[in-house]
Nanobody
């Protein structure tokens, strides 16, 4: 059974860092596009970052470019989202999603994890 589990969220001060993990079980991630999305209270879900299944190309929302980095560790069957220089507006529940043989434009049609809370506050 395909399952994604996010971890690494928490409370951090502005300017701090967190690394989120998206661990897969029941399948291997290397043929999947993996996306990170977030949803803040009262706001719509937004795409944050993605790595495609084909050539490993990456995508970042303008709001996180230069601060967030997505990466894969195929040996650990895990995708990471390194988040630096965090801002209060980065607060939200972060979800990963995996879609096989997909590009980033259609990754959201895949299988979703349960989410991990990130709170940036002083």
């Amino acid at each position: 059974q395909l399952q994604l589990v996010e971890s690494g969220g928490g409370l951090v001060q502005p300017g701090g860092s967190l690394r989120l993990s998206c661990a897969a079980s029941g399948f291997t991630l290397d043929s999947y596009a993996i996306g990170w999305f977030r949803q803040a209270p009262g706001k719509e879900r937004e795409g944050v970052s993605c790595v495609s299944s084909s050539d490993g190309s990456t995508y970042y929302a303008d709001s996180v470019k230069g601060r967030f980095t997505i990466s894969r560790d195929n040996a650990k069957n895990t995708v990471y989202l390194q988040m630096n220089s965090l801002k209060p507006e980065d607060t939200g529940v972060y979800y990963c999603v995996a879609n096989r043989y997909s590009g980033c434009a259609t990754v959201h049609f895949g299988s979703w994890g349960q989410g991990t809370q990130v709170t940036v506050s002083s």
